[in-house]
């Protein structure tokens, strides 16, 4: 048990400088090439809470002792 958690350990402690980095890429977006995705324009936030009327949210069913859902 001791090795596995100490191997857990250095892959974290190795892959920490590459989460800190920041994500970037030189490759541009599909928008600023001029692709035009669907029929409606952004919003401010171009996310699914601009769009009005939409409600976003999360619902668990739990039903008898086999189905989990989320």
């Known amino acids: 048990m ?3 958690r100490s191997t857990y350990s ?3 402690v190795a892959l920490l400088p590459f989460l800190l ?3 970037t890429t030189d490759r541009p977006r ?3 090439l001029g692709v035009e995705v669907g029929v409606f324009r952004t919003g401010n ?3 699914i809470t601009d ?3 939409v409600r976003v949210g999360h619902v668990m069913i ?3 002792d086999n189905v989990r859902t989320g």
């Open 45 to 47: 936030l171009n996310a």
């Open 62 to 64: 739990l039903e008898g």
């Open 21 to 23: 980095l920041p994500q």
């Open 30 to 32: 599909l928008r600023d």
């Open 51 to 53: 769009v009005s009327g």
């Open 10 to 12: 250095l892959i974290a």
């Open 2 to 4: 001791l090795m596995k």
